[in-house]
């Protein structure tokens, strides 16, 4: 469980509780860049990694992010959706120290020794030394804006309150103003997502809160020295030139970091077998190899489809998605059967069509085909992983079997039991279907084997195919 995850922990009674305390105990303030450097360094030379359960970015973009961060550049990830910007951002959570002083009271985590908000000011200069002071825990010092075209500076900046002014503040007094989100973050890390859908005069006020330490409320100036740490994510399209994001802003960011989709088939499995929210059941649930790779081959595969609309991307939570359908209906149809053990077979990848149609955008010559263009990646997919990890040294003799008189019926709601019974019927087809399945496969692992075997010999054209919803069966191919 992350930091921002875990509830909030009690801070520990030994802590200072006043400014007097605070000071004879030695601690000293320091900007929220430097915090994130030293705790950096100190992390990477005890050999800990940056972040935790981030796959596929060992290589290249987590070490761009040190770099950016030994260096205390603000920084913004540029890529496409689902490619885990939002986790990377908050795991930076982590290099805070864990506990931060700050005025007791305190809207936006006030230095005991530096304060800056009137209300603080006041505050020490009226009890000195014997100023409460309160404890902020790492995880509220991360603040986190998704932006929308209808985000307003008073969202991210603040507002006059006017519950304030009827209790008898003037204008002009700034304890009569209620900040926002990047206020309330001082001293901490405040990130945005999707920058650019900012509108541009939001997109001013918060370069001049970053840059220029400048608030203008509804006429209401104040000078507010804010210590932040700015981090944010965009999508490439909208991070240009011509894109929605105003220069001046675009040129606060020392670090600019692309990151990516998993370059290999290895490391996708490994996320979706990490994220994938398997379904709690009283039998075991094996996931055979050949299934695992068939589904995230549908996600590699679309990420190349001339058929599917590249610039929207194809998430990493559709591999996740499509691995959490194909066993739900397993264990539909293990339920059903009384079965030993929730097997996924072929016939469970056509469950990725609803896990997958919205998760992907077609283009626009293939509208109203989304049903048909799923099934011609889960197709594909299928094929790729038969060709490059099955041979079949026997296949003349297993496909001669199959004479004017033999078929094989198949289904995502047969008994396992049923396919012992082909194997029976065609020994033939057993040392392939053993292989594939594993010296030690029971009767679950043996039917899906056997179905990937024949669904295979289909797809190289050796065995025809007529399929009728869940159900199909393989015979003789016609000359």
Request: aromatic share 4%; charged share 25%.
């Amino acid at each position: 469980m992350s930091d921002l995850a875990a509830p909030v922990p009690h801070a520990p009674t030994r802590l200072a509780s006043t400014i007097g305390a605070l000071r004879d105990s030695g601690w000293t303030s320091r900007p929220v860049a430097q915090e994130l450097r030293e705790n950096l360094e100190r992390r990477i030379a005890d050999g800990e990694p940056l972040a935790l359960g981030i796959l596929g970015y060992e290589d290249s973009v987590l070490p761009q992010l040190e770099n950016a961060i030994l260096a205390g550049h603000d920084v913004i990830l540029l890529g496409e959706r689902g490619q885990a910007k939002t986790r990377i951002l908050r795991s930076l959570v982590g290099l805070l120290d864990e506990w931060l002083p700050i005025v007791a009271t305190s809207e936006i985590n006030d230095d005991p020794f530096a304060p800056v908000s009137r209300r603080a000011i006041e505050l020490v200069e009226a009890h000195g030394d014997k100023t409460p002071v309160s404890w902020v825990h790492r995880s509220e010092r991360y603040g986190e804006k998704l932006a929308t075209p209808d985000t307003t500076i008073a969202d991210l900046i603040g507002e006059i309150d006017p519950i304030k002014i009827a209790e008898g503040r003037y204008l002009s007094d700034e304890q009569a103003l209620s900040f926002g989100l990047v206020p309330r973050v001082n001293r901490g890390i405040f990130a945005v997502n999707e920058l650019p859908d900012l509108a541009e005069r939001i997109q001013v006020g918060l370069l001049n809160v970053l840059e220029e330490r400048d608030i203008q409320i509804r006429g209401h100036r104040i000078r507010l020295p804010l210590d932040l740490v700015l981090v944010a994510t965009a999508n490439p399209e909208d991070y240009t030139n011509r894109g929605r994001i105003i220069t001046p802003l675009k040129d606060r960011f020392g670090a600019q970091i692309r990151t990516h989709y998993p370059r290999d088939v290895d490391t996708e499995l490994e996320i979706a077998r990490n994220e994938a929210s398997l379904p709690p059941t009283g039998v075991p649930i094996a996931v055979p190899w050949f299934i695992e790779l068939a589904i995230v081959q549908i996600s590699q595969l679309a990420r190349r489809s001339p058929m599917v609309n590249q610039r929207s991307g194809v998430s990493v939570r559709l591999t996740i998605a499509n691995y959490e359908s194909v066993v739900a209906n397993a264990l539909r149809r293990t339920l059903r059967t009384h079965g030993s053990a929730v097997v996924p077979r072929v016939s469970d990848l056509a469950a990725v069509v609803a896990s997958t149609q919205g998760k992907i955008e077609i283009e626009a010559m293939e509208e109203g085909r989304e049903a048909d263009v799923v099934a011609q990646l889960v197709a594909a997919s299928v094929l790729l992983v038969f060709r490059e990890h099955v041979v079949l040294e026997d296949a003349a003799e297993i496909v001669a079997a199959f004479d004017d008189e033999v078929v094989v019926h198949v289904g995502d709601d047969l008994d396992a039991q049923d396919y012992t019974e082909v194997l029976e019927a065609l020994p033939v087809l057993e040392p392939a279907t053993r292989r594939i399945a594993g010296e030690d496969a029971g009767t679950e692992e043996m039917a899906a084997a056997l179905e990937f075997l024949l669904e295979g010999l289909h797809l190289t054209k050796r065995l025809s195919k007529d399929a009728s919803g869940p159900r199909a069966l393989y015979r003789q191919r016609r000359r």
